[in-house]
């Protein structure tokens, strides 16, 4: 295979879960930035890996373009993939964590009105892209897409939690808006688009229990993507965190002193079924890799919803003054760092390869269990 010929296959069969390795490379970034003790040299640690992001972001969108001009057929099949057609929700959501980024680690490099310009230009382009993929998607899936009994997976909450992520990447922009009638309408905006993404993520995750329940697990490489339940748990846990700490800018007192009451109310409860997730996810994944699981871009599912945890324990230390939220955000995000090097590891090793660039599986992927021995 020549060389043209191997960049030819490699973008004929780039997919949108590529943009999965955008959002673990940022959520590093905005975590450690946040992240509720002071640890030497994680400041400038954020700062890099939040440039790696915005070009990795960079690389991924001229991909997408190039692809789409070269192999538009093959970019128009993903959406009719009922595996691929989900991680539409990536690309938006990769947006949202380079601006998120570029706020809390990238100003020190670009200067702060540079970077709230590039949050703005992100989180709106995100976020109407959220919005379209949580209207569409599921639309797909009603109507054209088969879907199997057994079919239901991690993968389905990645067209809805974007408008999560708007919601919590609004909470970072709110305090640059002017005083006003469009602050309190951002603010409302935020929480509809909580209220949206955390319904639509709590109907799919019991479909994913339920699948577990009855049918068991893949036994594939599919198997990480249990991961993405932490998503909209994590982040929501940051959302009602952040929006409760600037809702003052845009409401009365009385108002804003519910709403991040509500930050607590809501988030501790959240944060201890997201760990009994950790500790269910943790099992099935390391059940599966003792089987012989293959590596591929699903792994990326243990980094960007891992760092939402991280994020939503950095909020609830600061919402409550524990201690104990801080050494859980602590041990979380050393947690995040581990699995990104090793996800982003072999995420390189494979695409120096060419492994990773091949056709998405068109056919349903089977779950089983354990057959009983008879006794």
């Not at 998503?231 to 002193?257: K, M």
Request: with cysteine.
């Amino acid at each position: 295979m020549t060389a043209d010929t191997g960049e030819a296959a490699r973008l004929q069969h780039f997919g949108p879960n590529w943009f999965a390795s955008v959002m673990g490379t940022g959520i590093v970034a905005t975590a450690g930035a946040g992240l509720p003790v002071h640890v030497p040299g994680l400041r400038g640690f954020s700062h890099v890996v939040w440039v790696v992001a915005a070009v990795l972001l960079v690389v991924l969108v001229v991909a997408v373009t190039v692809q789409r001009v070269r192999h538009p057929t093959v970019a128009r099949s993903h959406s009719r993939n009922p595996q691929m057609a989900h991680f539409y929700g990536a690309a938006p959501m990769a947006l949202m964590t380079v601006g998120s980024g570029a706020l809390l680690s990238g100003s020190d490099l670009i200067g702060e009105r540079l970077a709230v310009d590039l949050a703005w230009v992100l989180w709106t382009a995100g976020t109407i892209g959220g919005l379209f993929t949580a209207a569409t998607i599921p639309f797909l899936m009603f109507t054209q897409l088969n879907v199997e009994p057994d079919a239901a997976f991690g993968g389905w909450l990645m067209p809805v939690v974007p408008p999560m992520v708007s919601a919590a990447s609004g909470a970072l922009l709110l305090p640059h808006m002017a005083p006003g009638t469009g602050r309190t309408t951002m603010l409302y905006g935020c929480y509809a688009m909580f209220g949206l993404s955390l319904i639509a993520a709590l109907i799919i995750i019991t479909m994913i229990w339920s699948r577990l329940a009855l049918y068991g697990t893949s036994g594939t490489a599919r198997v990480p993507t249990l991961w993405i339940v932490l998503g909209p748990l994590g982040q929501g846990i940051t959302a009602a965190g952040l929006l409760g700490g600037v809702a003052y800018l845009a409401v009365p007192a009385e108002l804003a002193s519910a709403m991040n009451v509500f930050a607590v109310l809501f988030g501790v409860p959240v944060w201890g079924f997201a760990v009994l997730w950790i500790a269910l996810a943790t099992q099935l994944t390391v059940r599966t890799l003792r089987r012989g699981m293959p590596f591929a871009l699903t792994w990326w599912s243990l980094t960007f919803p891992v760092g939402t945890f991280v994020t939503g324990t950095t909020q609830l230390a600061k919402h409550t003054g524990l201690p104990a939220f801080e050494i859980a955000a602590v041990i979380a995000y050393v947690a995040l760092l581990g699995t990104w090097g090793l996800v982003a590891v072999r995420t390189a090793r494979g695409s120096v390869a060419g492994s990773l660039f091949k056709p998405a599986p068109a056919g349903p992927i089977k779950a089983s269990k354990d057959q009983p021995q008879n006794t």
